[in-house]
């Protein structure tokens, strides 16, 4: 496959990017495009107090600042609003304060559901996002619905992140009116991070607001140039901020967790067997040394999530799985710990005794560091073909370096250093890593690291590794262009045999890998069939260190958007893979496969009652329980529905099946059901219920499988949340297997294991 030329025209393309993106910015040029600039904003001082009742009704708010929303950024390119919203803005020595007005042709098609905080985003929503330091590359982000439920992120520039994990403590009231609806927000300064000065600041901001219908119109305060990659660089800039108060910056959490988990001795017959309560009383402290740098520590936190991980279908994969992140501990302060490699994964630690955390900006150097004790230490085994989980004897001690500086004008250098240390045990990693904006819209990044690995010599020899320490590097390059209508990448990774990063997600090594990618968009007009289309190519290589393939692939590509916010992908891939049966063989030789393959992917939201999506694939794929060539099917429906406003039901089902010369190997089925009460905006009750049954063809495998495997987990919340910190979780779940084994001896479907707990937290700031 000519992966190569095609490199070769890409790096091209991306040289020339720069003259690119000076002309598409010429053509931009017009009414409603990039001549247009985005208004200040001169916020003053609040006049009298103000209530969070969602009533604009205090005198002050007829001083405060009154600011539209004029411009639609999609689908439309900064045409006329389809709806008129008006903000009024104020602010105190304790708060930010501000009120929406948001006009409805047809109040009785808002879209509003009551709802944990950071789940409705299809709702109709304002909002805003701040930039305090107005620095362009970092921006605290704020949503409400019209019933007052809180949506809150911290948005990174460069690394085009939006962290909804972050959960400020803040207040808002909504009210559906016979206008449209009323939205009232107070925000503290001790909520937010800003310089510390007495003289009047400079924020950016952007005031904005979602209007789902047909299509989701998406309104802002000020124009928004396609080609220009950046948002941040395109905000109001808002003047006035003086004599803030961030308060004492400190917040208290303790916490009382209280566990009983019951087991079967002599599953699956045996009675249960009622464990002993663990009673976990601990306390988590949050410290803003400076505006801008936070101090957090945890004494016998609570590390525990009552979130339950999407379970995913482990079959016919060769890598580890990744489950994100859900623990707040690890969780605020995350992008301060972005890399271009993920070298820092905090899922890691697994059972920590103790954590401490410090993170923030100060001018333009950007701080992050952690350091935990883990009761638990389980390292990923990377190789070029797969990897596998290994699990060290003892505790272990991890700690993570990050630091960033800004260069310029949206350029940044870093540095990093990630450790852990155990009993015989150590993985060391460090490097450095670059962000470069060469123009609006071009920019190339770069990261080299290198690390040093020690094993302890029992697991050495178990897992077939030498037993001295050894060291290995990481390259990655990319350069990456993105304007209005282009969008184009080229990305280089070579990552060595012995390269560890035992602290992240990193489950492929030995390799040297070539990816590039050139798509086109195609931009709807008002009243056309589409909001938008792309097309596009992606080609890529992968081989190991001693040049032989691993894998090569070409792909055709196609999207759109349009009408009853639909969205269709589809895709066609030409791959040709090596496989090796044992990934960890000193000698790497292996089956090469030829394979073709097709999938798509849909979502229509024709309400805001329902949401419905269909996603699938069919084509030639490696059965790698087998090392041969089979075909694979796959489907996956998902539905959400919105019941009222109280009752939120999801239901997603994935379905896989493997077949060889017309008999099916296995046939893979996992059902998830998610349903949640909403209470209040405050509290909710939610079950979730995941069944995997995974049947497999005896005579198709060559060696001993179970012909059927059940597993089923349920889980039963009740929460009530005063603020993220301050909260209450009473819950039960519980853990069911069964299964036939080759002898055809059928155990059924039983449960094995039950947990019940009770969390407590209670946020104090003095």
């Known amino acids: 496959m000519a992966t190569r030329p095609l490199s070769v025209f890409l790096l091209s393309f991306l040289l020339a990017a720069p003259a690119l993106s000076g002309r598409a910015a010429a053509q931009a040029d017009g009414p409603g495009r990039s001549t247009l600039s985005a208004p200040p904003i001169a916020l003053p001082r609040s006049t009298g107090p103000i209530q969070v009742?969602?009533?604009?009704?205090?005198?002050?708010?007829?001083?405060?600042?009154?600011?539209?929303?004029?411009?639609?950024?999609?689908?439309?390119?900064?045409?006329?609003?389809?709806?008129?919203?008006?903000?009024?803005?104020?602010?105190?020595?304790?708060?930010?304060?501000?009120?929406?007005?948001?006009?409805?042709?047809?109040?009785?098609?808002?879209?509003?559901?009551?709802?944990?905080?950071?789940?409705?985003?299809?709702?109709?929503?304002?909002?805003?996002?701040?930039?305090?330091?107005?620095?362009?590359?970092?921006?605290?982000?704020?949503?409400?619905?019209?019933?007052?439920?809180?949506?809150?992120?911290?948005?990174?520039?460069?690394?085009?992140?939006?962290?909804?994990?972050?959960?400020?403590?803040?207040?808002?009231?909504?009210?559906?009116?016979?206008?449209?609806?009323?939205?009232?927000?107070?925000?503290?300064?001790?909520?937010?991070?800003?310089?510390?000065?007495?003289?009047?600041?400079?924020?950016?901001?952007?005031?904005?607001?979602?209007?789902?219908?047909?299509?989701?119109?998406?309104?802002?305060?000020?124009?928004?140039?396609?080609?220009?990659?950046?948002?941040?660089?395109?905000?109001?800039?808002?003047?006035?901020?003086?004599?803030?108060?961030?308060?004492?910056?400190?917040?208290?959490?303790?916490?009382?967790?209280?566990?009983?988990?019951?087991g079967r001795p002599q599953w699956p017959s045996g009675s249960w067997d009622a464990g002993e309560p663990e009673y976990e009383p601990g306390v988590t402290a949050r410290w803003s040394m400076t505006p801008n740098l936070v101090f957090n520590g945890a004494l016998n936190p609570d590390f525990s999530q009552v979130e339950a991980d999407v379970a995913q279908l482990d079959v016919n994969t060769r890598f580890a799985l990744f489950y994100p992140e859900r623990r707040p501990f690890f969780l605020e302060g995350a992008d301060f710990f972005l890399t271009p490699l993920n070298v820092i994964f905090t899922r890691t630690v697994a059972d920590p005794e103790a954590g401490a955390k410090l993170t923030g900006k100060e001018g333009p150097h950007a701080l992050g560091f952690f350091l935990t004790k883990d009761r638990v230490n389980t390292v990923i085994l990377p190789a070029n073909q797969g990897s596998r989980t290994g699990l060290l004897e003892g505790e272990v001690t991890g700690g993570v370096f990050r630091y960033r500086r800004d260069v310029g004008s949206g350029s940044t250098v870093g540095a990093l250093v990630t450790a852990r240390e155990g009993e015989g045990y150590s993985n060391w990693v460090y490097g450095a890593d670059l962000f470069w904006r060469l123009s609006p819209t071009y920019v190339l990044q770069a990261q080299y690291l290198r690390s040093s690995t020690d094993y302890p010599d029992a697991f050495a020899l178990l897992h077939g590794h030498r037993i001295e320490a050894f060291d290995g590097d990481a390259l990655l390059l990319e350069g990456r262009h993105q304007s209005r209508d282009w969008f184009a990448s080229l990305t280089l990774n070579r990552t060595g045999d012995d390269f560890r990063a035992d602290a992240g997600y990193l489950p492929r090594v030995d390799l040297a890998s070539y990816q590039g990618t050139l798509a086109r968009t195609f931009w709807g007009e008002a009243r056309d069939w589409y909001s938008f289309l792309h097309l596009g190519l992606k080609a890529g290589r992968i081989e190991d260190l001693d040049g032989s393939l691993s894998e090569q692939e070409a792909e055709l590509f196609a999207g759109y958007s349009g009408p009853l916010q639909s969205q269709v992908n589809a895709y066609l891939t030409f791959r040709d893979e090596v496989f090796v049966e044992d990934p960890f063989a000193q000698v790497k030789e292996g089956e090469t496969f030829h394979l073709v393959g097709a999938g798509f992917g849909s979502e229509i939201r024709p309400s805001g009652v329902a949401t419905l999506s269909l996603s699938g694939s069919v084509g030639e794929a490696v059965d790698y329980a087998n090392a041969r060539e089979g075909v694979l099917y796959t489907l996956r429906p998902q539905a959400e529905l919105k019941l009222g406003r109280h009752l939120n039901l999801q239901l997603q089902h994935a379905y896989q099946r493997m077949q060889y010369e017309g008999a099916w190997t296995y046939i893979a089925n996992l059902s998830q059901l998610r349903a949640v009460y909403n209470l209040n905006v405050r509290s909710f009750v939610r079950a979730v219920v995941q069944f995997q049954d995974v049947d497999r063809q005896l005579d198709e495998y060559l060696y001993r499988v179970n012909p059927e495997n059940q597993t089923l987990f349920t889980q039963l919340l009740f929460s009530y949340k005063v603020n993220p910190q301050t909260v209450l979780f009473l819950g039960y779940s519980d853990n069911s297997l069964g299964y036939l084994d080759a002898e055809r001896i059928r155990t059924e479907l039983t449960p094995r294991s039950r947990t019940f707990f009770l969390k407590l937290g209670w946020a104090w700031r003095p």
């Open 53 to 262: 009742d969602g009533v604009l009704d205090e005198p002050a708010w007829r001083e405060a600042v009154r600011v539209l929303l004029p411009f639609e950024w999609f689908p439309g390119d900064n045409t006329p609003a389809p709806v008129e919203t008006e903000v009024f803005l104020a602010y105190d020595e304790e708060n930010l304060f501000l009120g929406f007005r948001a006009l409805d042709p047809d109040p009785s098609r808002i879209r509003a559901n009551l709802a944990d905080r950071d789940t409705p985003f299809q709702d109709d929503a304002v909002g805003f996002m701040v930039d305090p330091f107005n620095d362009e590359r970092r921006g605290f982000q704020f949503r409400i619905n019209p019933l007052g439920v809180q949506m809150d992120a911290i948005f990174s520039e460069n690394e085009g992140y939006e962290d909804f994990s972050w959960d400020a403590i803040w207040d808002s009231e909504g009210r559906i009116t016979g206008e449209g609806y009323v939205v009232e927000v107070a925000v503290p300064f001790k909520s937010l991070r800003f310089p510390r000065s007495a003289n009047p600041q400079t924020w950016g901001i952007v005031l904005l607001r979602d209007y789902p219908r047909e299509v989701r119109h998406r309104m802002r305060s000020h124009p928004t140039d396609r080609n220009r990659a950046c948002l941040l660089c395109q905000m109001n800039k808002m003047t006035g901020v003086q004599g803030a108060d961030p308060g004492r910056n400190v917040e208290l959490t303790p916490t009382l967790t209280a566990v009983r988990t019951d």
